[in-house]
């Protein structure tokens, strides 16, 4: 028996880096995986490697978070695990003084408002099963703040993480663990993105990693696969960092 043996699990920006990580670890351990993402071709193409089911969406619009979660269930008849984890950054740093408001409210919107609409709308799933995991991708600015001038990310990552934390434990007599998952920097898409920009930038917080080095994907797929099992079953509310010791140093 695996560890997440036919556990639904519902995975946001699912088509690349650590979503795509955490599809491809939950099927090996057992689960049945709903790929959500707003890339139609990554999106498709993990659903198909992992046998799983593929709905396009975008995590920012209530419609489209209600219509992926009934998508999931008409599928699979249940939803065990919701990781919470598209999340997009500003193209490079800029100070709080040159921040745009549009630029502002997206940041908000794909990063903070999408958790709070799939916190929201799995809730309910969950409650009438008696037992839930939610994972939100938080991030270790969160916990720490960032010296790189990303306000609008760091702000909306504090809320996630903070939300998460509220919410576990408001239902936690339910049976629904919610946690805060805080990655340190790790090598995907998102940060090569950044730091193809500005490798001085790259340097820099690379010095700051005691263990000398960014995460990989898979690193990271090892803990939410850890929090979503029954392994973490006295685990919620939590601020999970999985930061190579950024946050110890
Ligand atoms: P990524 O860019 O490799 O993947 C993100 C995926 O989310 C993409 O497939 C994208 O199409 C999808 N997406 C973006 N906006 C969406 C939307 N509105 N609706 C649905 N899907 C959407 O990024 P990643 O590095 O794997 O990051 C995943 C999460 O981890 C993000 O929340 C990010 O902020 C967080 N994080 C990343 C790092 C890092 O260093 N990479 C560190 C800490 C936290």
């Given amino acids: 028996m695996q560890r997440l043996q036919d556990r639904v699990a519902v995975i946001t920006g699912a088509g690349s880096g650590i979503g795509l990580a955490t599809a491809h670890r939950f099927a090996r351990e057992g689960a049945k995986v709903v790929a959500v993402d707003l890339d139609e071709v990554t999106g498709a193409k993990v659903a198909e490697e992992v046998g799983g089911l593929y709905v396009k969406a975008d995590v920012a619009d209530e419609n489209d978070v209600t219509r992926m979660y009934q998508a999931a269930f008409d599928t699979y008849g249940r939803i065990d695990i919701a990781f919470n984890n ?16 549009e630029a502002w409210r997206r940041v908000q919107e794909v990063n903070l408002t999408g958790v709070y609409l799939c916190c929201k709308h799995v809730i309910p799933y969950m409650r009438r099963q008696g037992k839930g995991s939610i994972i939100n991708t938080a991030s270790f600015v969160a916990v720490l703040g960032s010296a790189t001038s990303q306000i609008s990310y ?9 939300m998460s934390r509220e919410l576990g434990v408001q239902f936690a007599r339910e049976g ?20 193809a920009k500005d490798p001085e930038r790259a340097r820099r917080r690379l010095v700051h990693v005691p263990l ?25 509310a939590s601020e999970f960092l999985v930061d190579g010791g950024i946050s110890g140093a």
Avoid at 92 to 99: A, C, K, P, R, Y
């Fill in 86 to 101: 598209a999340g997009i950054s500003p193209p490079e740093d800029v100070s709080i003084l040159d921040t745009g408001i």
């Fill in 154 to 162: 760091t702000a909306s990552k504090g809320g996630v993480l903070a």
């Fill in 176 to 195: 629904i663990r919610v946690n805060a998952l805080c990655p340190g920097p790790v090598d995907t898409p998102l940060l090569r993105e950044l730091f």
């Fill in 212 to 236: 000398g080095r960014f995460a990989r994907a898979e690193e990271i797929a090892a803990a939410v696969a850890f929090l979503a099992s029954d392994d973490a079953s006295f685990i919620t």
